[in-house]
Nanobody, 117 residues
Framework: QVQLVESGGGVVQAGGSLRLSCAAS????????MGWYRQAPGKQRELVAG???????NYADSVKARFTISRDNAKDTVYLQMNSLNTEDTGVYYC???????????WGQGAQVTVSS
């Protein structure tokens, strides 16, 4: 089993920045891909960004050039640096992990991000 623990959510004004962290523990030997999803009120969960152990990265179009995903393999931790936040970025952000970016099977508890106008 894999445990994912997120931290770093909060409330920020539009135009501000936040950084999310997600630390993985447990049976992590086969973890290859980690990423972040978000779910806004009344909307489906969507992929924000994903990164493989070898460094391949994928971003949602809505966050390109504003968000940066990174990974510290030695610490089994993934980060999401979010800049130029706007109100549409508000939601619960979930850390995810799995053997590929098409098969995230482990999930964190979620971190609330609220962007005020």
């Amino acid at each position: 089993q894999v445990q994912l623990v997120e931290s770093g959510g909060g409330v920020v004004q539009a135009g501000g920045s936040l950084r999310l962290s997600c630390a993985a523990s447990g049976n992590i030997f086969n973890l290859y891909a980690m990423g972040w999803y978000r779910q806004a009120p009344g909307k489906q969960r969507e992929l924000v960004a994903g990164i493989t152990r070898s460094g391949d990265i994928n971003y949602a179009d809505s966050v390109k050039a504003r968000f940066t995903i990174s990974r510290d393999n030695a610490k089994d931790t993934v980060y999401l640096q979010m800049n130029s936040l706007n109100t549409e970025d508000t939601g619960v952000y979930y850390c995810a992990a799995g053997r590929s970016m098409n098969s995230f099977i482990f999930w964190g508890q979620g971190a609330q991000v609220t962007v005020s106008s």
